[in-house]
């Protein structure tokens, strides 16, 4: 078989790897079950929120960065990232909002 004949056997990948990710799926995957979010998860729930993760992370990187830059700094300070996440209205939301008061205006789902 060829499997016996090669001489070179390439490492397995890494699911991060294969996602072409550099948050770790596993580790995702592992707290979503230490968790005990749900009964079932399916195989690509911590690989979309490693990359949903990731994304946002990015995101607020970059705008700290501009404004480390933006007053003349050349290393982030967690001053530089609240200033980052208070100027992006999505991300002020996000991190700032009363989860109460967003669930009180979500639409109702029908209940079963």
Wanted: hydrophobic share 35%; glycine share 4%; with cysteine.
């Amino acid at each position: 078989s060829c499997h016996s004949s090669c001489r070179y056997r390439r490492s397995p990948l890494t699911r991060s790897a294969r996602a072409e990710l550099q948050f770790p799926v596993s580790r995702v995957d592992c707290l979503l079950r230490e968790g005990n979010y749900a009964q079932c998860l399916s195989l690509s729930t911590p690989i979309f929120l490693a990359g949903i993760l990731e994304y946002v992370t990015a995101n607020i990187l970059e705008l700290a960065g501009i404004e480390a830059y933006n007053h003349g700094r050349i290393r982030i300070t967690p001053e530089h990232v609240e200033r980052a996440v208070d100027s992006d209205p999505q991300l002020s939301l996000l991190f700032h909002a009363d989860a109460n008061d967003e669930v009180d205006k979500m639409p109702q789902s029908k209940k079963n």
